[in-house]
């Protein structure tokens, strides 16, 4: 009899292992480890992966497999493993740690059917036809129910059959008003012509359409023309445009061709950094390179190079890049090299979309995958090679259970494969460049710029300087005489205000008063666009208030700089600047980002005003000047790499001004000109910002000297958080080497979320293979509590947030 072994849907400690159920015949010889089954479990029928086949289980009375879900594996043997490795290593639970690496489609309930592939109909034979009446879909009911489930298994395999998820957001056909002209081009000049002079919005959308005379969606051009819905309406009337809706594609760039870029020939610098990468690759050995080279040095094309021999080869490829940065432009360069063998997944995208890369990848139609950190777990089988860009970005770890770091990942599944890792960056992490030095990665360096182009020249500016001057404006003398300077020039420049921490929280001017959230210690965020007050952590919302809750003063108004609010004031003492804002709510919309991006390169602008996500990746050459409104607003949170992330994103924005022919400036505003982070970065010298940075992270015991681990317990009484904490301190104190640090407790940074009060117990070590073993018996202890949810403990290996 076919036994499986089922790691099953119930993420809790007892059931956290293998369970065996019996194979009903019919599926016998279809069923494969890494395929999905419904089984029964107590009274429910649950989920479960099959992680093993056996012949024979000391259970007594077995249960039988349900359903199958799969006719092939979701889950390769590797990954499997990499599944039990993830469990040991982030202390989660195995089906967490299996659904982890599966798109969103896999994971709920979504209708699910056995799809006819395009053209394939005729490979079909009579039987399996008959199966689907002159229909190209059946249920997957139909499929559990059919006596042919090995016929089917294979024409999956063979691709005539296709297993498709209906997503709630595919079934609805989403449409969108498009414009378009009714005239060519010379039609549009003409009618330009002998508009009046004060119909000048209307010029400029004709102008539109003069340059692009495709159509483009309405709400697009309002954004890129920056006029009104009444401005384009005029021109509808007036027989010049026709508005229509259309429906939106599926992938985003099904209809884009893409030119085919050839590779460059390299510098002297690129040729020494990709030797050892291509050794590798055709070694078969599996090696870590730290790729150090500064902003604009040609990374990229190292990277580009190195996958196209990995392709040669017959393997596959990796690439991961932060989720900001997984920019249009960035796709674009990997599209252009490799075509159709790239497949793109981030965020931005649908379920139903995400869905599609991954069969992309698992029914090996691609070769390369770009993508944000999830992208680590693709399910390609000969992997020749894994990049992770800008390495030091803290996007890599993701922050909910399991907690991995996609670095460790890649790593590990090299290791599996025998295959090369970059990590590259203008400023890796800390501890990636602490273990280049101790070879443990080798160290690949690119001292220079392309065309030998200088880095650019950064000019410091004491804030409180300026005001002691007189000048209470956000802008500095220097920055707003090199910005009139650039108007003038026709270059460009971007401005980056640094908006982490407390950026717009509402004070009053009276008595102080901070308004916070009722059921979180932290202040409100102010919104602009509905004049209201959110929490960042519970969601919690309320209207502004008119006047001061404590005082009633009326002089209550929101604190710090807004992106909105620069803007505002830009367009007083700037007014024939042209502006581009990006930052959460101009780019929430699909597609806008690379829209506005577009529109920045195309020269439709003179200033990108935006937030971190403008600081990596921007390669234009017309950016000659990189303004930072506030350099320190990340310098004062509780965390001990707020220095190095400061000098990280100083450095990285720094480096988006004269990147080709023109020079570029940098012109730093800060109120702590002196702190070295700040200083260090003005020099550019990471080499130097290292030093130091180690210094003091080996006098406080901190990463890279010590490997953390963070216990975080939350209560909605205040005194079982704190008791439990204590207890939990009191156990690994005395169960750890007396080399051990551990600090505890102490309330968390945020001490309160969502009315529960939060504590928390940090342990700082060097070497205790006991840890992990201890932890899990912490966790055990208090399995009870926390199944009910009224206690939750979280764990976190190597945290990247201390908060
Ligand atoms: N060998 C080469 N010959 C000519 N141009 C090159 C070469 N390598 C790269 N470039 C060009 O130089 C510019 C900078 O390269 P790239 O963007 O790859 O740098 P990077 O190190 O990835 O930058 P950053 O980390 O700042 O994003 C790009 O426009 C790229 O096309
Ligand atoms: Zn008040
Ligand atoms: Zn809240």
Same mark, same amino acid.
């Given at each position: 009899?076919? *036994?499986?072994?089922?790691?099953?849907?119930?993420?809790?400690?007892?059931?956290?292992?293998?369970?065996?159920?019996?194979?009903?015949?019919?599926?016998?010889?279809?069923?494969?480890?890494?395929?999905?089954?419904?089984?029964?479990?107590?009274?429910?029928?649950?989920?479960?992966?099959?992680?093993?086949?056996?012949?024979?289980?000391?259970?007594?009375?077995?249960?039988?497999?349900?359903?199958?879900?799969?006719?092939?594996?979701?889950?390769?043997?590797?990954?499997?493993?990499?599944?039990?490795?993830?469990?040991?290593?982030?202390?989660?639970?195995?089906?967490?740690?299996?659904?982890?690496?599966?798109?969103?489609?896999?994971?709920?309930?979504?209708?699910?059917?056995?799809?006819?592939?395009?053209?394939?109909?005729?490979?079909?034979?009579?039987?399996?036809?008959?199966?689907?009446?002159?229909?190209?879909?059946?249920?997957?009911?139909?499929?559990?129910?059919?006596?042919?489930?090995?016929?089917?298994?294979?024409?999956?395999?063979?691709?005539?059959?296709?297993?498709?998820?209906?997503?709630?957001?595919?079934?609805?056909?989403?449409?969108?008003?498009?414009?378009?002209?009714?005239?060519?081009?010379?039609?549009?000049?003409?009618?330009?012509?002998?508009?009046?002079?004060?119909? #000048?919005?209307?010029?400029?959308?004709?102008?539109?359409?003069?340059?692009?005379?495709?159509?483009?969606?309405?709400?697009?051009?309002?954004?890129?023309?920056?006029?009104?819905?009444?401005?384009?309406?005029?021109?509808?009337?007036?027989?010049?445009?026709?508005?229509?809706?259309?429906?939106?594609?599926?992938?985003?760039?099904?209809?884009?061709?893409?030119?085919?870029?050839?590779?460059?020939?390299?510098?002297?610098?690129?040729?020494?950094?990709?030797?050892?990468?291509?050794?590798?690759?055709?070694?078969?050995?599996?090696?870590?390179?730290?790729?150090?080279?500064?902003?604009?040095?040609?990374?990229?094309?190292?990277?580009?190079?190195? *996958?196209?021999?990995?392709?040669?080869?017959?393997?596959?490829?990796?690439?991961?890049?932060?989720?900001?940065?997984?920019?249009?432009?960035?796709?674009? #360069?990997?599209?252009?090299?490799?075509?159709?063998?790239?497949?793109?997944?981030?965020?931005?995208?649908?379920?139903?979309?995400?869905?599609?890369?991954?069969?992309?990848?698992?029914?090996?139609?691609?070769?390369?995958?770009?993508?944000?950190?999830?992208?680590?777990?693709?399910?390609?089988?000969?992997?020749?090679?894994?990049?992770?860009?800008?390495?030091?970005?803290?996007?890599?770890?993701?922050?909910?259970?399991?907690?991995?770091?996609?670095?460790?990942?890649?790593?590990?599944?090299?290791?599996?494969?025998?295959?090369?890792?970059?990590?590259?960056?203008?400023?890796?992490?800390?501890?990636?460049?602490?273990?280049?030095?101790?070879?443990?990665?080798?160290?690949?360096?690119?001292?220079?710029?392309?065309?030998?182009?200088?880095?650019? #020249?950064?000019?410091?500016?004491?804030?409180?300087?300026?005001?002691?001057?007189?000048?209470?404006?956000?802008?500095?003398?220097?920055?707003?005489?090199?910005?009139?300077?650039?108007?003038?020039?026709?270059?460009?420049?971007?401005?980056?205000?640094?908006?982490?921490?407390?950026?717009?929280?509402?004070?009053?001017?009276?008595?102080?008063?901070?308004?916070?959230?009722?059921?979180?210690?932290?202040?409100?965020? @102010?919104?602009? @666009?509905?004049?209201?007050?959110?929490?960042?952590?519970?969601?919690?919302?309320?209207?502004?208030?008119?006047?001061?809750?404590?005082?009633?003063?009326?002089? *209550?108004?929101?604190?710090?700089?807004?992106?909105?609010?620069?803007?505002?004031?830009?367009?007083?003492?700037?007014?024939?600047?042209?502006?581009?804002?990006?930052?959460?709510?101009?780019?929430?919309?699909?597609?806008?980002?690379?829209?506005?991006?577009?529109?920045?390169?195309?020269?439709?602008?003179?200033?990108?005003?935006?937030?971190?996500?403008?600081?990596?990746?921007?390669?234009?050459?017309?950016?000659?000047?990189?303004?930072?409104?506030?350099?320190?607003?990340?310098?004062?949170?509780?965390?001990?790499?707020?220095?190095?992330?400061?000098?990280?994103?100083?450095?990285?924005?720094?480096?988006?001004?004269?990147?080709?022919?023109?020079?570029?400036?940098?012109?730093?505003?800060?109120?702590?000109?002196?702190?070295?982070?700040?200083?260090?970065?003005?020099?550019?010298?990471?080499?130097?910002?290292?030093?130091?940075?180690?210094?003091?992270? #080996?006098?406080?015991?901190?990463?890279?000297?010590?490997?953390?681990?963070?216990?975080?317990?939350?209560?909605?009484?205040?005194?079982?958080?704190?008791?439990?904490?204590?207890?939990?301190?009191?156990?690994?104190?005395?169960?750890?080497?007396?080399?051990?640090?551990?600090?505890?407790?102490?309330?968390?940074?945020?001490?309160?979320?969502?009315?529960?009060?939060?504590?928390?117990?940090?342990?700082?070590?060097?070497?205790?293979?006991?840890?992990?073993?201890?932890?899990?018996?912490?966790?055990?202890?208090?399995?009870?509590?926390?199944?009910?949810?009224?206690?939750?403990?979280?764990?976190?290996?190597?945290?990247? *947030?201390?908060?």
């Amino acid at each position: 009899m076919g *036994i499986a072994s089922v790691v099953v849907d119930v993420p809790a400690k007892q059931t956290d292992r293998e369970f065996d159920y019996s194979i009903p015949g019919k599926w016998e010889h279809i069923v494969q480890p890494g395929m999905r089954v419904i089984v029964p479990f107590g009274p429910r029928m649950v989920q479960g992966f099959i992680t093993a086949l056996k012949n024979d289980s000391n259970v007594k009375k077995i249960r039988e497999v349900k359903e199958i879900l799969d006719l092939e594996p979701v889950l390769n043997e590797e990954l499997l493993k990499l599944g039990s490795w993830l469990t040991e290593e982030t202390m989660c639970f195995r089906i967490t740690a299996l659904q982890a690496m599966l798109p969103a489609a896999l994971k709920a309930k979504y209708e699910k059917v056995l799809r006819i592939s395009t053209g394939r109909e005729e490979h079909l034979e009579a039987t399996v036809q008959a199966l689907f009446k002159n229909k190209d879909m059946i249920s997957w009911k139909d499929v559990l129910e059919s006596d042919h489930a090995a016929l089917l298994q294979k024409h999956v395999r063979k691709g005539n059959l296709e297993v498709m998820y209906f997503v709630k957001d595919k079934l609805k056909k989403k449409t969108v008003r498009v414009i378009q002209p009714l005239l060519n081009k010379e039609g549009l000049e003409d009618y330009a012509g002998i508009l009046p002079p004060n119909a #000048r919005k209307q010029y400029e959308v004709l102008h539109h359409f003069i340059n692009h005379p495709d159509k483009i969606q309405l709400r697009e051009l309002l954004e890129d023309v920056r006029v009104s819905n009444a401005v384009v309406k005029a021109l509808i009337d007036k027989g010049i445009l026709a508005e229509k809706e259309e429906e939106i594609y599926r992938d985003p760039y099904e209809n884009r061709v893409f030119k085919q870029t050839e590779p460059f020939i390299l510098t002297q610098e690129q040729a020494d950094a990709l030797r050892p990468v291509k050794k590798s690759i055709h070694d078969n050995s599996h090696a870590v390179f730290l790729l150090y080279g500064v902003t604009g040095s040609g990374k990229t094309e190292i990277y580009l190079q190195a *996958i196209d021999d990995v392709i040669k080869k017959g393997e596959e490829a990796i690439m991961l890049v932060p989720e900001i940065s997984l920019t249009p432009q960035t796709v674009k #360069r990997f599209k252009e090299r490799f075509g159709n063998l790239v497949a793109v997944m981030h965020s931005g995208l649908s379920i139903g979309e995400k869905y599609d890369e991954w069969r992309k990848i698992h029914r090996k139609e691609v070769k390369v995958v770009v993508g944000a950190r999830s992208a680590i777990f693709a399910p390609f089988e000969n992997l020749g090679i894994i990049i992770i860009d800008e390495e030091h970005e803290s996007s890599y770890k993701q922050e909910e259970t399991p907690r991995y770091h996609a670095r460790e990942v890649a790593i590990e599944r090299a290791k599996h494969h025998n295959c090369p890792v970059i990590l590259g960056s203008a400023t890796p992490a800390l501890e990636s460049f602490a273990r280049a030095k101790k070879n443990v990665y080798k160290l690949l360096t690119l001292s220079k710029r392309m065309n030998e182009s200088k880095l650019p #020249r950064v000019d410091i500016v004491d804030m409180r300087e300026e005001l002691r001057n007189g000048n209470r404006s956000m802008f500095s003398k220097t920055l707003f005489s090199k910005l009139t300077d650039r108007l003038e020039k026709g270059e460009q420049t971007v401005l980056l205000l640094n908006k982490r921490g407390h950026s717009s929280f509402v004070m009053c001017r009276s008595c102080g008063l901070v308004t916070n959230c009722p059921n979180c210690d932290i202040s409100l965020t @102010y919104h602009r @666009y509905n004049d209201s007050l959110k929490c960042h952590y519970c969601g919690h919302e309320e209207r502004m208030p008119q006047a001061c809750p404590e005082c009633g003063s009326d002089h *209550i108004r929101f604190f710090g700089t807004g992106t909105q609010k620069v803007e505002e004031e830009l367009a007083k003492i700037l007014p024939e600047a042209r502006v581009i804002r990006m930052d959460v709510d101009t780019t929430s919309k699909k597609g806008s980002h690379e829209r506005l991006l577009n529109a920045f390169q195309e020269g439709h602008a003179d200033i990108l005003l935006g937030t971190q996500m403008i600081a990596k990746g921007l390669d234009f050459p017309n950016i000659t000047l990189v303004g930072v409104l506030s350099a320190d607003t990340m310098l004062h949170l509780p965390d001990f790499r707020s220095s190095e992330k400061t000098f990280q994103l100083l450095t990285q924005v720094s480096g988006r001004a004269g990147r080709h022919e023109l020079p570029g400036e940098v012109v730093i505003q800060t109120y702590t000109p002196e702190h070295y982070s700040i200083e260090l970065s003005g020099l550019q010298d990471f080499d130097v910002f290292y030093e130091r940075e180690m210094y003091i992270r #080996r006098q406080s015991h901190y990463p890279p000297y010590y490997y953390l681990a963070l216990i975080n317990v939350s209560h909605e009484d205040l005194m079982k958080a704190v008791a439990v904490t204590e207890k939990i301190t009191k156990y690994l104190t005395a169960s750890l080497s007396p080399e051990a640090i551990i600090l505890g407790p102490v309330a968390s940074p945020i001490s309160r979320i969502n009315n529960r009060y939060r504590y928390q117990c940090l342990i700082k070590y060097k070497r205790e293979p006991e840890l992990k073993k201890q932890l899990r018996t912490v966790l055990e202890h208090y399995q009870q509590e926390t199944a009910q949810n009224l206690l939750q403990i979280s764990i976190d290996m190597n945290p990247q *947030i201390m908060m």
